[in-house]
């Protein structure tokens, strides 16, 4: 097993079965509270959860956020979780290609086209890695890996600091994801991994080009506490795990970047546990809300069970549309949402 594959296992593994929540902070969604609508003189069957993103057409605002590759049982999950995309029209990322691109025998467990030919699909690859020598090359060989409609570029600085041999040097890499940017004719979405963007970041990289921005804010899960769980020297363990409330929480987050950002769409995902805090994200003006770790475990068992959570999510997204009087996305966006915040009674 190589050291690639090998700490993607240990990922999966930690995720499932550590406590890698965030610690001392929260995605925030507990302090918005939609206003009951008493009377919504909607159709509840009529409510309409479509969007069309990137020119793909999605039953719900829903996206299937990258989690793993590169390894047999990323296979596996992959599958199961494009199954479930392509039958509920949803949305879905893969995880880091790196080791797709650097051991082709790999590349199979990215590749989901077989049994999910239409969904609006995105490729993966570390922001970083145009630092080590990757270049728009293989940002375009991740993309035809899979037959991808968009890109990710995954921003985790905090993960390497705290990783064991953890790729540090992140100088200049605004030019580099421009040029990448450039170079491609798909749209390049920057996404954080877990601790959020800051709305200079956010403008920064509309500047120069990027197509939307993922907050994937803190709140859910932290990936300095995956690395904790890595570490075998007690020292680093110790200071991976300091860094465990480390972060911008997803609605701190999703906030600041959509104000700062109005012209490109916004992806909400880090702590997003349900289709309220869906509908929540939606109302703050998230064009595509993404979940990872509450369907992982679903994934590794079948894509049926992965089905069904996803839609228990969109039935509760329908739902809180219906009390909120929203018969589609556009009239979510106005529903009545206060600030209330935790402890406080209205």
Known sequence: MSDIEGRKREHIDAVLNKDVSSKGLTAGFEDYRFDHLALPEIDFDAVNTKTMLFGKNLA?????????????????????????????GIAMGVGSQRTGIEKPGFADTFRVRSVAPDI?????????????????DQAQQA???????????????????????????????????????AALDVPVVVKEVGNGISASVARRLVDIGVAGIDVAGAGGTS???VEAYRQEEPTMRRVAHAFAGW????????????????????????????????????????????????????????????????????????????????????????????????????
Not at 120 to 136: D, E, I, K, R
């Open 60 to 88: 719900a605002p829903l996206l299937l956020s990258s989690m793993t590759g590169g390894t047999d049982i990323a296979r596996h999950i992959n599958l199961s979780l494009a199954e479930a995309a392509q039958s509920l």
């Open 143 to 181: 993309v035809d890996m899979i037959g991808a409609d968009a890109l990710f570029l995954h921003l985790n600085p905090l993960q390497e600091a705290v990783q064991t041999g953890g790729d540090r040097n992140w100088t200049g890499l605004y030019d580099r994801i421009a040029t990448v940017v």
């Open 223 to 225: 990936w300095s506490e």
């Open 247 to 346: 972060g911008i929480p997803t609605v701190e987050s999703l906030n600041a970047v959509v104000a700062e950002a109005p012209d490109v769409p916004v992806f909400a995902s880090g702590g997003i546990r349900s289709g309220i805090d869906a509908a929540k994200a939606i109302r703050l003006g998230a064009s595509l809300v993404g979940m990872a770790a509450p369907t992982l475990g679903s994934a590794l068992e079948t894509s049926r069970a992965v089905h069904d959570t996803m839609t228990a999510t969109i039935q509760e997204l329908r739902i809180a549309m219906f009390c909120t009087g929203s018969q589609d996305l556009d009239a979510l966006r106005s529903a009545g949402l206060r600030h209330v915040p935790t402890g406080v009674t209205l």
């Open 120 to 136: 609006l699909l995105f490729a993966n690859l570390g922001a970083v890695q145009l630092n080590y020598g990757y270049s728009a």
